[in-house]
């Protein structure tokens, strides 16, 4: 897929996430909204798809199992989504400190292909593959941190503005990425009198 396509299907994919929340209408007693908890698995299978395909421009998420209750859990295995084997501080990567999550998670630690799912702490990295288009990756990630700050506010009982704005700061990225220049530029040059009128 080219960066464009890849852009624009996941602009289509937000905006229609967005379309579809409504504010809760619990004054009332009764809400026929959609609930946070399908907007949030609905948010999380789309972040889920993206970033195991952006593993295509450089853009990988690595998991780090840091505990189990495996007695012989040793520092960080790792897991990847799209099935890359890379291993914590692998040289052929940046490794920036950018992270999705951290936190705990119900998922079977990679220490031994014995192990049982269990809730243990996790952290996703953010890396980018040397020699790679970096101003992607990380608009990338912003874009993405868009998408999980929404997760975040998706709980039970918070506020539906909360996952719109986090959303929409997403789509302004990416309309920016695929226009030929940024809205800022483009009203720079309106403003500077290069445009043509
Ligand atoms: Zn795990
Ligand atoms: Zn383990």
Redesign the pocket.
């Known amino acids: 897929m080219d960066i464009f396509k890849f852009r624009v299907g996941l602009r289509r994919a937000l905006l229609e996430q967005v379309g579809e929340i409504q504010n809760a209408n619990g004054w009332y007693g009764w809400d026929t909204t959609t609930p946070n908890s399908i907007i949030r698995r609905s948010l999380e299978a789309t972040l889920n798809e993206y970033v195991t395909a952006a593993g295509m421009y450089g853009f990988f998420v690595v ?1 780090r ?1 840091s505990n ?1 209750s495996n007695p012989k859990h040793r520092g960080y295995p790792t ?1 990847t989504r799209n099935g890359a084997r890379i291993v914590y501080r692998d040289k052929g990567y940046l490794w920036e400190g950018g992270q999705l999550f951290q936190g705990q ?1 119900f ?4 220490c031994s292909a014995k192990n049982e ?1 269990e809730w ?1 702490h ?1 952290i996703d990295d953010v890396i980018f593959k040397k020699g790679i288009d970096l101003e992607e990756c990380r608009r990338l990630e912003f874009v993405f941190l868009g998408i999980c700050a929404a997760i975040g506010n998706a709980g039970d009982k918070q506020s539906r503005s909360g996952i719109r704005e986090h959303l929409l700061q997403a789509i302004l990225t990416l309309n920016d990425a695929i226009l030929p220049q940024t809205v800022d530029a483009y009203i720079a040059s309106r403003e500077t009198g290069d445009w043509p009128s």
């Not at 998922?107 to 990679?110: E, N, Q, S």
């Open positions: 998991t199992h189990c897991t998670r998922c079977a630690c990679p799912p243990h996790v």
